[in-house]
């Protein structure tokens, strides 16, 4: 998922660049066909009331706690049962404090990441002079950034969750996956204000690339263990993943409303340390906040269990 803003301008602008722009969406259209076509059949089910519920109409035993539950969800309605699972996800967000910080914080993320790319293109192609091609290749700084990121935050975030466990008497807290989000938060405003200030000195094109890189890193330390720690935490993972879903697609959606002017206005230093002085503020504190007093806030919400 966050992969796809990086590759795709890679590779729509070369497809655009040497057959056409309207290649990119045909050459979309038909890979999205495809991989439909071919991973609908193999797709299995997970949800595990689901599964249950199942198992208890092949199974021939009387009076199971699965066997109730199936009962009990056939006599809903299909219109309680959208509302259900609709209003669940609304719930937690607004319901639970944990849930609601951290949603904000990977919203203001997902805000900053996509503004970032509406300064792309008026910097490298006219700033730096390059081709719609190569112009896509900017974007591999963020790439980079979240490969390294992927591959730290799961075998550190797993060393460190096994250590604090340790100590804990082997016994593991959704809190223990907050040291590499406090760690991940550090870096995504060092890579704005990295980013920022060389793209306003116009200093060579690899130091803001670098500044993005690093950004990236931060931002995929961040996500990781912040969806790990939701999954953790709430009894109804899906649905408090699905509030974080809702809010930063939101505000992905919102930010580069008001990038170019933000930009035009304060430059690309002052407008991305605008960006960064927020990320500090919420991004910082919060997940230390958590990491101490999260674990006695859970036990006092019941939407926890």
């Given amino acids: 998922m966050s992969f796809s803003p990086v590759v795709g301008p890679i590779a729509g602008g070369f497809v655009a660049q040497n057959i056409g722009f309207k290649w990119v969406f045909i050459i979309l259209a038909a890979t999205c066909g495809l991989f439909a076509i071919i991973g609908l059949p193999l797709l299995r089910e997970t949800y595990a009331p689901v599964i249950q519920r199942r198992l208890a109409k092949k199974s021939k035993k009387s009076n199971t706690d699965a066997e109730k539950r199936q009962a009990n969800y056939e006599s809903e309605a299909v219109g309680e049962k959208i509302w259900l699972n609709l209003s669940r996800a609304i719930i937690l967000l607004f319901g639970s404090f944990i849930c609601f910080i951290l949603s904000l914080y990977n919203s203001l993320m997902y805000g900053v990441y996509y503004l970032m790319f509406t300064t792309f293109p008026p910097l490298f192609s006219e700033t730096y002079h390059f081709s719609a091609g190569i112009s896509g290749l900017a974007y591999l700084g963020l790439g980079i ?161």
């Avoid at 995504?188 to 690899?206: D, R, T």
């Fill in 145 to 305: 950034g979240f490969f390294i990121a992927a591959g730290l935050a799961a075998s550190l975030g797993n060393v460190i969750y096994k250590k604090l466990s340790d100590k804990n008497g082997g016994i593991g807290k959704p809190e223990m996956r907050i040291p590499i989000l406090i760690l991940g938060s550090f870096f995504v405003p060092i890579g704005l204000f990295w980013y920022g200030w060389s793209a306003q000195a116009k200093l060579h094109w690899m130091m803001p690339i670098i500044g993005t890189a690093i950004f990236g890193f931060g931002f995929m330390m961040t996500f990781i263990p912040l969806q790990l720690y939701l999954v953790d935490a709430f009894t109804y993972a899906a649905s408090a993943l699905a509030a974080v879903s809702v809010l930063r697609s939101l505000f992905g959606f919102a930010f580069p409303l008001f990038g170019a002017q933000m930009f035009e206005a304060l430059g690309n230093g002052g407008g991305n340390s605008l960006l960064a002085g927020l990320t500090i503020v919420l991004g910082i504190p919060s997940p230390i906040w958590i990491y101490y007093y999260g674990e006695s806030i859970r036990a006092k919400s019941s939407l926890n269990r």
